[in-house]
């Protein structure tokens, strides 16, 4: 099947060509990076976790959040989700590489990463949180390569790939768990420290996840006679509502509890995140466009008019794609180095190489998400054929 990704017109090749092109940027941009150091970054003593793994913690959302689609198909017999639940598990597979991705640009020696396996450390967080992604990515790799083949031979599945499909459920919700862990487990990051930060990662996940997954069923039925059904995407639409409104939720009750208690350790995170602090308001800008954003789409979703328009639903999902990518992408991870320890303020924004290595990595994610939704279309253009 792998060839079939192999074929296509100019414009399909126009785009992989482009995709290239960014990830030979970023590649090259990385070799710079691998050979001088991560001194090329904005990182440092104070801010040691940037936008590479801001990155990685956004990505992993998105990779859990195919079980929104999965767990309706499989355990509920929801036909509606049948054409689209290959879409989420490709989806998943392409993110969880993308994270692994940026794992290794984020880490000065990348072989370091061995140890993990060689001297494996149980008390360690990123110990299971390497087991959950890995796990989690050769899950979907298997269910979307054998449910797809049965489907290419017009055969059911085999039943012994159920089992495997519902142990990925849980496991999907593990990973973004695993996640939360790691920053909630430091004692000295005040802003990590809460007990509702899981949940908060999943409801976040659970909304950007689907939005995203709507947007890329939108741009599939404009390149080719793909057509996931209005019902399904309604669905979708209507999880990825709920799940922003849990997601605002959280993120109220965890302004109010800083407020309200009167910490200033606590305080003064969100203060820096959307007044500033230490004369520094770096991400006071986006933040806001971040809250315009949370706005903007639960006023779209919750009318059920606008939710059932395609250009409407179309402005809410990106509206949720870039409130929660600004949330997690860029303030969730740097905030909780800001201030310091002692108090201090320090001046943290991702470099030119930084930024063009990370690109490097979204292009290389997509230019596998592409191959596989070519695969899955080709497939199912022979079947229906």
Not at 241 to 246: E, I, K, P, R
């Amino acid at each position: 099947m792998l060839e079939k990704a192999l074929l296509g017109g100019w414009k399909y090749w126009l785009w992989i060509l482009g995709l290239l092109a960014v990830c030979l940027i970023g590649g090259l941009c990385y070799l710079w990076q691998f050979n001088v150091g991560l001194g090329i970054t904005g990182l440092g003593r104070d801010v040691a976790w940037g936008f590479y793994i801001a990155q990685f913690t956004f990505l992993v959302g998105v990779a859990a959040s195919a079980v929104m689609v999965v767990l309706p198909y499989y355990l509920h017999d929801y036909k509606e989700f049948g054409k689209i639940t290959i879409l989420g598990e490709c989806l998943a597979v392409s993110a969880i590489i993308m994270c692994v991705s940026f794992i290794l640009v984020d880490m000065g020696q990348p072989l370091r990463l061995m140890n993990i396996m060689l001297h494996p450390t149980p008390n360690s967080m990123i110990f299971w949180d390497v087991i959950a992604l890995n796990g989690y990515l050769a899950l979907n790799a298997l269910i979307g390569y054998v449910t797809l083949s049965a489907e290419r031979n017009g055969v059911p599945p085999p039943a012994w790939i159920k089992p495997i499909i519902i142990l990925s459920i849980p496991w999907a919700v593990s990973i973004h768990t695993v996640t939360a862990f790691l920053y909630a487990g430091l004692a000295a990051r005040p802003f990590w420290l809460t007990a509702v930060l899981a949940p908060r990662f999943l409801a976040s996940a659970f909304a950007s996840g689907p939005a995203i997954l709507i947007l890329l069923c939108m741009v599939i039925k404009r390149v080719s006679r793909f057509d996931a059904g209005s019902v399904a995407v309604g669905k979708l639409a209507v999880i990825a509502t709920y799940a922003m409104v849990v997601n605002v939720f959280f993120v109220l009750m965890e302004l109010f509890t800083a407020i309200y208690s009167g910490m200033p350790e606590h305080i003064s995170h969100f203060q820096y995140l959307f007044a500033g602090l230490g004369g520094d308001a770096t991400l006071v800008p986006w933040m806001r466009v971040s809250v315009a954003l949370a706005v903007l789409a639960l006023a779209l979703l919750l009318n059920p008019g606008t939710r059932r328009r395609e250009w409407t639903l179309s402005v809410a999902c990106l509206a949720i794609f870039g409130s929660i990518w600004i949330d997690k992408g860029l303030g969730m991870v740097v905030t909780g180095f800001i201030p310091t320890p002692l108090g201090r303020v320090a001046k943290y924004w991702p470099t030119a190489p930084e930024l063009m290595i990370s690109l490097g990595v979204y292009a290389a994610g997509l230019l596998l998400l592409t191959a596989f939704y070519k695969i899955v279309l080709s497939v199912r253009g022979e079947t229906a054929a």
